[in-house]
């Protein structure tokens, strides 16, 4: 089993920045993939952007050049600059493997003047 602590979100105007932190634990030796999605009302979750055990790292059209995903051993990144009204969503990171998938609880994220 692997858990998952998203923090970092909160208000901020747009064109500003925001760092989301995830702290995984438990079993994240078997963790494969690491990546954030984020739901925004009255929407379905979309991806955001991932990162592989590798390195490897993938962003959607929507935030690309403007997010960029690290990770550090047991903590996961999304560091979100030029925020847009249309970012405002919670943002939830996910872990997994082929055979596994795990998702923490949200943080919210608000741009708006």
């Known amino acids: 089993q692997v858990q998952l602590v998203e923090s970092g979100g909160g208000l901020v105007q747009p064109g500003g920045s925001l760092r989301l932190s995830c702290a995984a634990s438990?079993?994240?030796?078997?963790?494969?993939?690491m990546g954030w999605y984020r739901q925004a009302p009255g929407k379905q979750r979309e991806w955001v952007a991932l990162?592989?055990?590798?390195?490897t790292t993938n962003y959607a059209d929507s935030v690309k050049g403007r997010f960029t995903i690290s990770r550090d051993g047991a903590l996961l990144y999304l560091q979100m600059n030029s925020l847009e009204p249309e970012d405002t969503a919670a943002y939830y990171c996910?872990?997994?493997?082929?055979?596994?998938?795990?998702w923490g609880q949200g943080t919210q994220v608000t741009v708006s003047s």
């Open positions: 996910n872990a997994g493997s082929i055979a596994t998938d795990y």
């Open positions: 438990g079993s994240i030796f078997s963790i494969t993939y």
């Open positions: 990162i592989t055990s590798g390195g």
